[in-house]
């Protein structure tokens, strides 16, 4: 395997995050077998479908220079019954909060103060006082860095939606996401902390006294960690942690609770250095009652020449009782944020995904791609979007009670061509 000529460029970005094979000194080595990354599904080929069409409006502030939204979601963060989009914005280092003050309309406003390099965003009432606070994962630098600059940061709600920013850890390898949940079953909220780092990373649960402060305690010593998603993955009614590790690993490690602690296994790897891991989300797929994981990889900013590889694409991680079998969706160059969701109304799931790196000079690579299910888990790739290019985050929800889904991508402009920009922009059929 080639070495690429500019490793750090790998990890600038956020949530990417799959640093290119480095001879990491101090990683662990490889503990368990396995399977090999199977070769490229090429039929069925990607079209377009009418069914499935999509129209694209900007929202929120106008792009000034390129774009960098690292990650979106959707929740009604001020509880009035309108779906709202918090994004991580790290061109100018702040949370944005979109609020939806009329059908699919939006007024943009920065949440508490600039946060640097923010890399993932949640909603939480972390202190059990009734209202949604946001927990906020600051990388502290988006090009690549080993030094303790990574922090999580509350954005603590006063009921009247002023956000005022709190601190709970800081000076640590960086951080690119953080979760919250009662891990424990005394009824505060703990923080999962995935810590990317560099050279040096690591995942911690945060334990909760009660009074909102905390105890670290390590649950893996390895940089690359991307996102650390929390379910129920065995049916014991206990919060989980799910983690993608990415770098040279390329790994979902699971953390089955057992009451007491969090016990650790790994549940797949791939033997492709370069798999470049992008996304893990949880979803029910085969509607079974239990969790599924969707894991993407589609990362290639490791080269002279950023752009896509024969292997990116899209997986489905089967949840039979707590064990997990490997399917293979399809390709898709440069795959991203895979979120899990009825585009047709046929009441089961589909599933949308973005493209960060792609053959952009082509004007022909997708950028928006719907994997349409049959109602068997079989997947037909449509293409909803070739412009704008460089989407590295989705999300969907039915933002305006119509019955029809709407998707929110973000843009994340880090290597050209810069022709064909976007920052947020509704999606609507």
């Known amino acids: ?36 990354v199977p070769p490229p599904l090429l039929p069925p080929a990607p079209v377009a479908d009418p069914a499935y069409a999509f129209t694209a409006t900007a929202i929120g502030n106008p792009i000034e220079g390129r774009p960098w939204i690292t990650y979106l979601t959707l929740v009604d963060l001020d509880q009035d019954g309108a779906i709202d989009v918090l994004a991580c914005d790290a061109r100018d280092n702040t949370v944005r909060w979109l609020r939806q003050v009329a059908p699919l309309q939006f007024t943009e406003s920065v949440l508490g103060a600039p946060i640097p390099a923010p890399a993932h965003v949640e909603a939480c009432d972390y202190d059990n006082d009734g209202d949604l606070d946001v927990l906020v994962a600051s990388m502290g630098q988006i090009l690549p860095n080993n030094d303790p600059i990574g922090a999580v940061v509350v954005l603590e709600n006063d009921g009247a939606q002023r956000f005022s920013p709190r601190t709970v850890l800081a000076d640590v390898a960086r951080v690119t996401d953080v979760r919250g949940a009662d891990l424990d079953g005394d009824t505060d909220i703990d923080l999962i902390v995935g810590q990317f780092g560099y050279v040096q990373g690591e995942i911690n649960i945060l334990r909760n006294d009660g009074t909102q402060h905390y105890t670290a305690e390590r649950l893996l010593s390895l940089p690359g960690t991307i996102n650390t998603p929390v379910a129920d993955f065995d049916g014991d009614r206990r919060p989980d942690v799910a983690a993608l590790v990415s770098q040279e690993w390329e790994e979902v490690h699971l953390f089955d609770n057992t009451g ?155 290597y050209p061509p810069w022709n064909d920009l976007s920052r947020l922009l509704l999606w609507r059929r």
């Open 260 to 414: 007491g602690s969090l016990r650790p296994r790994q549940v797949w790897g791939s033997t492709n250095e370069d798999f470049g891991s992008s996304g893990l989300t949880v979803a029910d797929l085969d509607r079974d009652g239990d969790p599924d994981l969707l894991l993407t990889n589609g990362d290639a900013f490791d080269y002279a020449r950023p752009g896509s590889r024969p292997w990116h694409g899209l997986q489905w991680l089967e949840n039979q009782r707590g064990n997990f079998t490997y399917h293979r969706i399809g390709g898709f160059p440069g795959a991203f944020s895979p979120v899990a969701v009825d585009l047709d109304g046929d009441r089961d799931l589909d599933i949308v995904t973005v493209s960060g790196f792609n053959d952009w000079e082509s004007g022909e690579a997708v950028s928006l791609l719907a994997w349409v299910n049959d109602g068997a888990q079989q997947f037909r790739p449509v293409i909803l979007a070739r412009s704008p290019t460089h989407l590295i985050t989705v999300a969907a929800a039915d933002l305006d009670g119509d019955g029809r889904v709407e998707l929110i991508t973000g843009g994340f402009h880090a």
């Open 1 to 36: 395997m080639s070495r690429p000529l500019f490793p750090a460029l790998r990890a600038s970005l956020p949530l990417a995050c799959g640093i290119l094979a480095l001879a990491c000194g101090g990683c662990a080595p490889r503990e368990t077998a396995r399977p090999a």
